[in-house]
T-cell receptor, first 115, second 113 residues
Framework: DAGVIQSPRHEVTEMGQEVTLRCKPISGHDYLFWYRQTMMRGLELLIY????????DSGMPEDRFSAKMPNASFSTLKIQPSEPRDSAVYFC?????????????FGNGTRLTVT | GENVEQHPSTLSVQEGDSAVIKCTYSDSASNYFPWYKQELGKRPQLIIDIRSNVGEKKDQRIAVTLNKTAKHFSLHITETQPEDSAVYFC????????????FGSGTQLTVLP
């Protein structure tokens, strides 16, 4: 089991550029979550999917953020256009069942820096 | 929605001493409370969890207690070791149509040798 795989590990981009973060969940996990971590706001849930369907996107900051899960083994989080305040560590996590029935398995995160 | 408050934000203890981290939550219907440990530069990992039908759960040096009436739960680490140094996050499950975990703000625990 390779765990949740995220890419890239680090991303440095200029303000206004498009950024795409990628995630491969653990095989067999039906739930996928995108979290953002900053010093000021801690761990915030952005969006989560169940069986590839978005369930709750109320945490997505604004229209500049979008997430997709075209199949059970792949998800993307896109920011367009990026802004300096988007700088954070973005974690993808997956779980077998819902968040109250099984633990979240986090990936190693993508550290995004927008200059 | 759920509001989870965590205290203290930083905690330093001598090796061998105990550490206690406390959290409160707002949603009285919450029924699942996990704790995650995040070492520097690493990902959060579940270390223990508790459900609302029990008041305490232990796993070796780690224990979690839950007081549903007061809506607070605590993490207890005994005989602390340097490798316990990390950021610890509590969380509570929100209720409603879209159940999700809300995390506390984290506690930086430093175990001094």
């Amino acid at each position: 089991d390779a765990g949740v795989i995220q890419s890239p590990r680090h991303e440095v981009t200029e303000m206004g550029q498009e950024v795409t973060l990628r995630c491969k969940p653990i095989s067999g996990h039906d739930y996928l979550f995108w979290y953002r971590q900053t010093m000021m706001r801690g761990l915030e849930l952005l969006i989560y999917f169940n069986n590839n369907v978005p369930i709750d996107d109320s945490g997505m900051p604004e229209d500049r953020f979008s997430a997709k899960m075209p199949n059970a083994s792949f998800s993307t989080l896109k920011i367009q256009p990026s802004e300096p305040r988007d700088s954070a560590v973005y974690f993808c996590a997956s779980s077998v069942q819902g968040p109250d029935n099984s633990p979240l398995h986090f990936g190693n995160g993508t550290r995004l820096t927008v200059t | 929605g759920e509001n989870v408050e965590q205290h203290p934000s930083t905690l330093s203890v001598q090796e061998g001493d105990s550490a206690v981290i406390k959290c409160t939550y707002s949603d009285s219907a919450s029924n699942y409370f996990p704790w995650y440990k995040q070492e520097l530069g690493k990902r959060p990992q579940l270390i223990i969890d508790i459900r609302s039908n029990v008041g305490e759960k232990k796993d070796q040096r780690i224990a979690v207690t839950l007081n549903k009436t007061a809506k607070h739960f605590s993490l207890h680490i005994t005989e602390t070791q340097p490798e316990d140094s990390a950021v610890y996050f509590c969380a509570a499950i929100t209720t409603g149509s879209a159940r999700q975990l809300t995390f506390g703000s984290g506690t930086q625990l430093t175990v001094l040798p």
